[in-house]
């Protein structure tokens, strides 16, 4: 029965991207279907206080699950049924179909978010591809012309972030600066995933343990302009949604970004997402007004391009530990 057999292929699936590499992500097996849904304690409620990205990542998470499926000769589909109250987004069911997809497992396996340096920025095909995947959707990607007004912009995003200290707590709660944390192999944002070098990283946690007392001496101005992402290359991309797009349609959304990434992967190309563009409302509105695009309709920003070098692979937990009771 391939409902059975997909458990197997969970730990497959959990390369699914999340926002912090919460996995937030749940399934439990029913008769005739498997449940997928969300943990309240994996969500991020001060830095995503909507659920936009929580979403994008379930549905991200679907995708993936799909693509696996599939390529392991099983016949799954995926009905939305999206229930806030019950924190689940829909079914995976047999099918008399495999799902289908150009994508393979290996692809998924291989695909990962790359915070270095890129040599080139996306070619026009690429783009187009990528567009042409958001399309089928109703949404659109488009490049963002002006990269010295981004950067601008990104310092403004990460400034406002940083002097919030329920976002700073709970980015803490996810970053595994030091090999000894106890969940460095599980999830979160490891040294090697952010690109920091050992003694970055402990600079990085030192701030960070200090935060109280520095965060009125100016440490979130200082944090802001430690990094600039810009500065190592790619162009700047960004998931336009239809006007009005509600929450089932972000997780909708979240299989689309899925499937553009894996597109963007296999033309040799990386995305290192830039939410914070989009989190800060000040810094919305500009991105929307330099794109002429309603500010409501942004849904995810990423500096896209082709890698210098492969990007470490970022930690995931056992899915067993995380499976609903069934
Ligand atoms: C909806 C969404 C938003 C994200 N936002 C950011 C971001 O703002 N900055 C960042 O560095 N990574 C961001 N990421 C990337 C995740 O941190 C990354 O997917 C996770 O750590 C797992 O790593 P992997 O993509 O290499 O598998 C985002 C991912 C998703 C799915």
Not at 39 to 59: M, N, Q, W
Not at 107 to 126: I, L, N
Not at 189 to 203: E, G, I, K, M
Not at 288 to 303: E, S
């Amino acid at each position: 029965m391939d409902i059975a057999a997909f458990r197997a292929l969970e730990p497959l699936c959990w390369r699914a991207p999340s926002a912090h590499n919460t996995q937030p992500w749940r399934l439990r097996y029913e008769p005739g279907a498997i449940r997928v849904g969300w943990d309240a304690d994996h969500a991020l409620p001060a830095a995503d206080p909507t659920g936009r990205d929580l979403r994008l990542s379930l549905g991200a998470f679907v995708e993936t699950c799909l693509i696996v499926a599939a390529d392991a000769g099983l016949r799954l589909e995926y009905v939305a049924d999206y229930d806030d109250q019950h924190r689940w987004v829909g079914r995976l069911r047999p099918a008399r179909h495999r799902y289908p997809t150009p994508f393979r497992t290996s692809e998924v396996w291989e695909r990962r978010t790359d915070r270095g340096s890129f040599a080139d920025a996306p070619e026009a095909d690429a783009l187009a591809a990528v567009d042409a995947v958001a399309r089928q959707a109703g949404g659109l990607v488009r490049a963002v012309p002006d990269a010295g007004r981004v950067g601008a912009l990104l310092r403004a995003a990460d400034r406002r972030l940083y002097a919030d200290p329920t976002i700073v707590a709970e980015l803490r709660h996810w970053l595994r600066l030091d090999p000894a944390h106890p969940d460095y192999h599980a999830d979160g944002l490891n040294d090697r995933c952010l690109a920091l070098s050992r003694p970055a990283a402990a600079a990085l946690r030192a701030a960070l343990a200090a935060y109280p007392v520095l965060r009125p001496l100016g440490l979130p101005r200082l944090l802001a302009a430690a990094d600039d992402p810009l500065a190592r290359g790619g162009t700047v991309l960004v998931l336009v949604a239809p006007a009005g797009l509600d929450r089932p349609g972000q997780v909708e959304f979240g299989r689309v970004l899925m499937r553009g990434w894996l597109t963007l992967h296999t033309a040799g190309l990386a995305a290192h997402p830039l939410s914070q563009l989009i989190d800060v409302a000040a810094t919305r509105t500009a991105l929307g007004a330099l794109l002429d695009v309603a500010p409501d309709r942004l849904l995810h920003v990423a500096r896209v391009g082709r890698p210098t070098r492969p990007a470490p692979h970022s930690a995931r937990r056992s899915p067993r530990r995380d499976r609903l009771s069934e």
